[in-house]
């Protein structure tokens, strides 16, 4: 499985934008990039996907290094509530199911 | 639409019993796939179901199993309990089949404990 790598851990302040790093790269030419996050006490959410070119919704952005080897999961304007595990994983030919790492653990200070 | 429901939420269970936990996915789900989370191991990949088949599999002992019910409804099974196997056992739906976009939908898991 193509591997990803983060930072354990980032602190943030309130109402203050989040670039969540992730590096891959050995990703192939098929992998979709995928950021899911862990709450404290629930199952993890999807957050955001992305093939190629930046991504926006509601919750996130993506953004995607032109050689696709890196990726940043951008949160606006972090609040209390985004505190959590975020996960950044490829999905791929052969590589279809969710494989997580232990993923980045962001703290936001109010 | 109602989430991705698992039952028990929590579970007591010495060693060498066995357990059956259940997933009721988004209606309208045919894939149901099974993770466990540890503390040391993080979160792992137990299989994965679609249509009643089991279509992929993680990297466990055969005493974990699970079947899928023509309604999508799953169940896995772990059977003669482990020490090592308390952790929280998370279900996720998706909508469809083999997809690298499809979003999975977890459910808020099942806490077992082995004493």
């Known amino acids: 499985d193509a591997k990803t790598t983060q930072p354990n851990s980032m602190e943030s302040n309130e109402e203050e934008p989040v670039h969540l790093p992730c590096n891959h790269s050995?990703?192939?030419?098929?992998?979709?990039i995928h950021w899911y996050r862990q709450l404290p006490s629930q199952g993890p959410e999807y957050v955001i996907h992305g093939l190629t070119s930046n991504v926006n919704n509601r919750m996130a952005s993506l953004a995607i290094a032109e050689d696709r080897k890196s990726s940043t999961l951008i949160l606006h304007r972090a609040t209390l509530r985004d505190a959590a595990v975020y996960y950044c994983?490829?999905?791929?030919?052969?590589?279809?199911?969710?494989?997580f790492g232990t993923g980045t653990r962001l703290t936001i200070i109010p | 639409k109602a989430g991705v429901t698992q039952t028990p939420r929590y579970l007591i269970k010495t060693r060498g019993q066995q357990v059956t936990l259940s997933c009721s996915p988004i209606s309208g789900h045919r894939s149901v796939s099974w993770y466990q989370q540890t503390p040391g191991q993080g979160l792992q990949f137990l299989f994965e179901y679609f249509s009643e088949t089991q279509r992929n599999k993680g990297n466990f002992p055969g005493r974990f199993s699970g079947r899928q019910f023509s309604n999508s409804r799953s169940e896995m099974n772990v059977s003669t309990l482990e020490l090592g196997d308390s952790a929280l056992y998370l279900c996720?739906?998706?909508?469809?089949?083999?997809?690298?976009?499809?979003?999975?939908?977890f459910g808020p898991g099942t806490r077992l404990t082995v004493l």
């Open positions: 994983i490829l999905r791929g030919f052969g590589n279809e199911k969710l494989t």
């Open positions: 050995t990703i192939s030419g098929t992998d979709y």
């Open positions: 996720a739906s998706t909508p469809r089949g083999r997809t690298f976009t499809d979003t999975q939908y």
